[in-house]
């Protein structure tokens, strides 16, 4: 007698009163011809949950289970034939069963409905039989298979289903129980009771036939206030051209009702969430492209080419953003050699870190530019950059640091302007030196009309040092002990070579300089940093 699993196909029959009796009769008599031929019915074996009668030509049973709840039904389909032994009931897979239970859970709305299944055996070679200890592992190892989650998987994903109809939401988790789908399933009936539960959600399904929710308004709502969480749509078939519609109003997917299987609805489940991932790298990565461009522009407004046409005179530059963020800040330096022939030079630094503070630092520099070039005053020139600076800024509370030297065409001395921003290092054969000078409030506090200066003089060799605060604001070690100017100027004079300051040695002394204050820092600094060396006389 060929003996394996069965398949069940639900059908739906109007029973007439009496035929449970009539049932019970039949059951009698098959049990009454135990000994018939082979041809005749055999009855079903002793200990089957069920009661069949079996045709060993078709391997075919007809058994009434009106009284059968569906999960004993479920639990059957190990159970061998007649002349055998039944093993202990082995859940198998439920994708099989997913289409034979949802109709049965349709036909059981209707009163006066009695359901029957009918359960095929898949014919075996003649001569062929398998053991009560080989049937039962083997049943159990193919359930254990197709429960197990793929070993790739780091955990369950969250899925929420929004669905109203409780077939349909039971049909879904039979599908995915089916497949082994590394999934933690949730469901709620509509979508406002589905917003608490959106956090942590990697992928919705969504049912178009909500009662809170009109075609693709539950599609609009997700993308607008979670576009980050997955939606696939579930329509039927009556409305499948809504699925088309919901992926172009920003769902990932759609699967139709009744066309779906365990493997596919996992499948695109998993798909739906990396293609959410893949479009927002895509649009992290132009994000990116973006800001880099803007950077790019914004650099080339803060960080000019100097407009020097003396030969004596050397120029060297460093700009760099703070510490790890990359983000510009609003450091900004320039240098301008006028018709006169005097030398100006301006380095500032606008608080604040970001395209806001970097875009306003741009417009001191160019309207400091503008006016030097213009030949006004010197004074007239940092009063006009207060004006520009209180009109330009975003914020009240914004104001901006700077020191302007004005070196004469002799190149013998310099006229030196501070606004609340650390004093320049002047480098000279004897030595590093901190030039005293004035120092009025930074610039957009207090009054912007009022500027003193200091003229120094300078030796037949020299440099000076500009800088911005994130030069002395890098730690010294582990602790919070700050390099400061008294730190800077011995550091300096530190890594002065033998016989500086030479023609083109400005470069040199930048490099070293950077190179031990982010040493004493431990890396990178976390400020921007600006700085600028000037370099004159007989060399």
Known sequence: MPCGNVTVIVATVTVPPGADEADDDDGAADRDGEGAAEDELVPAAKGCPFTASVHPATASATIPVSSTPHTDLLRTTACPFPHRPAPTPTRPPRRRFATAWHAA???????????????????????TRHSEDEQA????????????????????????????????ALLV???????????????????????????????????LGLPDTHELEGVRWLQAHRPDVAVVVLTGLADEYLGEHAVRAGAQDYLVKGQVDGQLLDRVIRYAIERVRSEEVQRELREARI???????????????????????TVASRYSPGGQRLLLGGDFYDVVQAADGWVHAVVGDV???????????????????TMVLAARPTVEVLTT????????????????????????????????????H????????????????????PVGIGDG???????????????ILMYTDGLIEGRIGAGSRRLDVDGLLGLVESVLPAGYPARGAEEGLLDDVIERVRALNGGDLDDDLAVLALGGGAR
Not at 108 to 116: D, I, K, L, P, T
């Open 137 to 168: 592992p083997m049943v159990a190892r193919d359930a254990a298979l197709t429960r197990a989650p793929s070993p790739e998987r780091l955990g369950p994903t969250r899925v929420l289903l929004i669905e109203d109809d409780d077939g349909d």
């Open 105 to 127: 859970h349709v036909a059981r709305r209707s009163a006066g409905v009695a359901h029957y299944a009918v359960l095929t055996a898949p014919a075996a070679e003649a001569g």
């Open 351 to 369: 608080c604040g870190h970001g395209p806001d503070e970097a875009a306003l630092g741009v417009s001191m520099r160019v309207a400091w530019r």
């Open 173 to 207: 988790e039979e599908l995915l129980i089916d497949v082994g789908a590394a999934v933690e399933l949730q469901r709620v009936r509509s979508l406002a009771e589905a917003r608490p539960y959106l956090a942590g959600v990697a992928c919705v399904l969504l049912d």
């Open 291 to 313: 800001y880099a461009e803007e950077n790019t522009r914004l650099e080339r407004g803060m960080l000019p080419s100097p407009l020097v046409s003396d030969p004596e005179l």
């Open 385 to 420: 950059l207060d004006q520009v600076f209180a009109h330009e800024r975003h914020k009240k509370a914004l104001f901006t640091t700077l020191t302007m030297l004005s070196i004469d065409p002799s190149r013998r001395f310099v006229r030196v302007y501070l606004a609340g």
């Open 422 to 441: 650390p004093p320049p290092l002047v480098i000279t054969p004897g030595g590093v030196r901190q030039p005293e000078a004035p120092l009025r409030p």
């Open 449 to 463: 009309s009022v500027w003193p200066s200091a003229d120094l003089p300078l030796d037949r060799r020299w440099s």
